[in-house]
């Protein structure tokens, strides 16, 4: 029989800077319910990717003396990284780069404009830079860009639009009277916001060139509504090789908040206009957020997922995020709440409950325990958990599936609390003792199995220590399955953290990466203001530097800046004036050989003629000459 179809999507992050637990925050609960629906015995395509085009990323490159291409090259290389290190089983990593996607979606442009879903018009309003969208007055929060909060500038442009209004009634529908975005609260933001006041939207920029050019119009650079949101059916061969356009529609699109408005909104108008199946859902997860407030890389706020796996390991990382931020709100990341969690949950509770059964089970049994009946509640509470779990996942609440299945490990916890098996053992019941541990060893199995998708890594080990086989499909998952267990010597799954002494490294650790990230912007701002400066070969060379000798110098009057020097340039001599008061005196100066910009162009200040430009370099709030090593002859080229 076909296995049934599950297609999950990230949103398409833009590598324009260092990548965050924010990012891996969405990515993590992504892959946490594709594993889960794999193991539930469905087919599972689980799409992730990068939106690379855009006026940001142009300017970021140029600043960093790179292409686009490569700039953007160089971050999808960190974020793949990023993913393999935590553990992300993505099927398809897509790049609005890849030739196929740009091909595609130039094919679905030219059908929209020729359809008549997309029009040439111009454009005049509120533009947001950072965030490269146009709004209308209505739109706007106290005046400024209703996504990020920043100032707007008055724009205009000439710019092909999408019908958007087209749709306005069909999307309202959609928005009221179904179940396409959750949480349901997100439903009247977006009516109330953008549906009541719903306009036609720019899918195209004169002004960008880093991007997807319009077919039949190659000055016009396709904009990202057209771009970015057609990679999830892109993806999956729209247009082309559509070999996987059977897992559409998708199943659901997780996206942070701040873009439901791109997915439940225009996101659909465009598959209406292609007469496509709408996604099943879409969620709108919450913020992550660092000092109560966002994470971003505009920002400066982030935690470092490298870090943070490299100090605690990736899958107490994978557990923090999935257990402590319940899905579809804002949550809060602190050390101290990391720390305690692992404290808490996982070394208390899970690794307790482990470390003490495997222990107890070769101690009382030689490490090998055979299948015996099991009592009545602790076998009804195993053979329940799966159904909790997977009720759970099916509305994406990944922090309430942990929550079951940690209730079932402080139940076990109890279990042994209450049946006391160092007591069994004392007073020679073997037969009640071998039920008790037993039953633990089995629901630890199950409790193993269902934690495989949250934490793989960890949950793997747990099933390796029960000598268990890792199971295929938790679809019949029951208790007294094995018929014997063989355990292992049990190994410490996470050590106990002493909370003040990591928050105090933990500080540490991030001070010296504040100084280095500081040290890399300040890097970066060199080289931003010299990629600004740019020039060619050619033109370095129509400038003419030579060797001056200072032979008088005075100040200029009423200047406290400016000196008046009289240089020799070979055989000539001629006056320079330049603002270096401030940091030598006139009695320094003379003797002195400087660097002379001799063919510039002649310039009165002060009423003095001045001849040319002595160069120096800034050093705070001084200037530095520039000289040569050694005194060499007046007038010597500088090459």
Request: glycine content about 8%; aromatic content about 10%.
């Amino acid at each position: 029989m076909e296995k049934k179809k599950f297609y999950i999507t990230t949103p398409l992050y833009y590598p324009s800077g260092k990548w965050h637990l924010g990012h891996s925050y969405t990515t993590v609960c992504c892959d946490t319910i594709a594993r889960y629906k794999r193991l539930t015995g469905y087919d599972v395509f689980f799409l992730t990717g990068t939106d690379e085009h855009g006026q940001k990323i142009e300017d970021r490159a140029k600043a960093a003396g790179v292409t686009p291409k490569q700039f953007v090259d160089r971050l999808v290389a960190d974020i793949k990284s990023l993913w393999k290190l935590l553990d992300i089983s993505y099927d398809k990593f897509i790049r609005t780069t890849d030739d196929y996607h740009v091909k595609s979606v130039q094919k679905i442009f030219t059908r929209l404009y020729e359809q008549g879903d997309i029009y040439k018009s111009t454009y005049k309003g509120k533009y947001c830079v950072p965030c490269e969208a146009f709004w209308t007055p209505a739109q706007l929060v106290d005046g400024k860009c209703p996504d990020c909060g920043r100032e707007v500038v008055d724009a205009e442009e000439e710019s092909y639009f999408f019908r958007l209004t087209k749709y306005k009634d069909r999307l309202y529908d959609l928005l009221k009277n179904s179940d396409f975005l959750e949480p349901k609260f997100r439903v009247n933001e977006m009516i109330n916001n953008f549906i009541d006041g719903l306009t036609d939207i720019a899918v195209s920029r004169t002004s960008v060139n880093w991007g997807i050019p319009v077919p039949f119009d190659p000055k016009h650079t396709i904009y990202v509504w057209i771009d970015a949101l057609t990679n999830y059916i892109n993806a999956l061969g729209y247009g082309g090789d559509e070999k996987n356009m059977s897992y559409w529609p998708a199943d659901v699109h997780m996206v942070g908040k701040e873009i439901v408005r791109f997915h439940s909104i225009i996101w659909p108008a465009i598959l209406m206009a292609l007469d496509l199946p709408l996604p099943k859902k879409v969620y709108g997860h919450g913020w992550l957020l660092l000092g109560g407030d966002k994470m971003s890389k505009s920002k400066g706020n982030v935690a470092d997922p490298y870090m943070l796996s490299r100090r605690y390991g990736v899958d107490a990382l994978r557990y923090f995020l999935l257990r402590e931020i319940p899905f579809g709100s804002d949550g809060t990341y602190t050390d101290e709440a990391l720390i305690k969690r692992i404290n808490s949950d996982l070394v208390n509770d899970l690794g307790n409950l482990v470390k003490r059964t495997v222990s107890m089970a070769n101690q009382y049994f030689g490490g090998k325990v055979d299948k015996v009946e099991g009592d009545a509640e602790y076998v009804e509470k195993a053979n329940g958990l799966h159904a909790l779990v997977e009720e759970c996942i099916g509305r994406y609440s990944c922090s309430d599936a942990l929550e079951k299945i940690f209730e079932f490990v402080s139940y076990s916890n109890k279990y042994i609390d209450l049946t006391k098996p160092w007591v069994l053992n004392k007073e020679g019941d073997s037969k009640r003792l071998q039920t008790v541990i037993y039953d633990l060893l089995e629901g630890i199995r199950i409790i193993a199995s269902e934690l495989l998708a949250f934490i793989p890594t960890k949950a793997g080990e747990i099933l390796e220590d029960l000598g268990s086989e890792k199971p295929q499909s938790l679809e019949g998952i029951r208790f007294g399955q094995t018929e014997t267990f063989t355990v292992g010597e049990g190994r410490v799954l996470y050590m106990r953290l002493d909370l003040n002494k990591e928050l105090k490294e933990l500080c540490e650790e991030e001070k010296q990466m504040e100084e280095n990230k500081q040290k890399e912007k300040k890097e970066e701002t060199v080289c931003e203001e010299c990629a600004k400066k740019e020039i060619t070969i050619d033109q370095f060379f129509d400038t003419q530097l030579c060797v001056a000798e200072v032979v008088a110098c005075e100040k200029v009057e009423k200047a406290d800046k400016l000196l008046k020097l009289t240089v020799k340039v070979g055989e000539q001599t001629r006056t320079v004036v330049s603002g270096i008061a401030k940091s030598y005196t006139p009695e320094e100066m003379v003797g002195k050989q400087v660097v002379l910009v001799a063919n510039l162009k002649p310039a009165k200040l002060r009423g003095i003629v001045s001849k040319g430009m002595v160069l120096c370099a800034t050093d705070g709030d001084k200037v530095v000459l520039v000289s040569p090593e050694r005194k060499v002859e007046s007038g010597s080229e500088v090459c």
